[in-house]
């Protein structure tokens, strides 16, 4: 469902919903959801709100001081920031002890837990969270507004850009935008075309890492949705999903545009 039309919530909710999960901004659309707006639905019907916070991490986003109960990170991505580890964070607000409690009892348990390599590098990650965050959205920003310049591409979809839906209210609860870009280019060869002529982007499913990654959602991160939901977001075979990283910004660009020419 699009949680970032808050009629839509407001008439999902139901006097027994426990809980409501968003994710903002949303892959691979960049839609963006009102955490404290939806945080004031739940609270009237006393469901959780559950947010998944990976694509902006708490440097720039931080929705437990928005209302949030449970925020979850995939670790994987910006938290690891190398594409080195594989990890998921989960985090209660003080707010829920019961339900912290029986969330601890689960992973102490059932044995989800990092092992002692994969957490230090976690630990060694985190302390650069800050000025890689603050590289890829530097980053981000160029390489979207030089997206909007290329004949062959159609749409350009960046939390940061002031044109984007979600602009405003990403402002209003986020300190930035973070590095991801979506695009859309104007047929699918240029779109498939891209992915075998990036030279310093990888052609990969993942983000949130110092290297750029292109990613294919319709034949990737989306393969196993159903259609009437990929038409329903938009998500088709010319969208391309990128994962800024911290290079030099001139080589991203430089890659991109002898990818994206007219083939
Ligand atoms: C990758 C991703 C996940 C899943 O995380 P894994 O670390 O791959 O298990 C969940 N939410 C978002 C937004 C993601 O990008």
Redesign the pocket.
Known sequence: MDTSNLELVKRCIKENTAAIFI?TP??PMMFVSDIEEISKLAKKVNALLIV?N??LSPYFQKPISLGADIV??????YLCGHNDV???FLITGSNIPKETTRIELIYKTEGAILSPFDSWLMIRSIKTLGVRMEKQQENALIVAKWLKSVPTVKEVYYVGLPEHVGYEINKKQALGSGGMISFRVTNKEIAQNVLSKVKLIYYAE???GVETLITYPISQ?HAESPKYLLEKLGVDNCLLRLSIGIENVEDIIIDLEQALREV
């Open positions: 994710e949303s892959n998944d990976t694509f979850v990170h995939s670790g994987t991505k594989i990890a998921g993942s983000l949130g991160t």
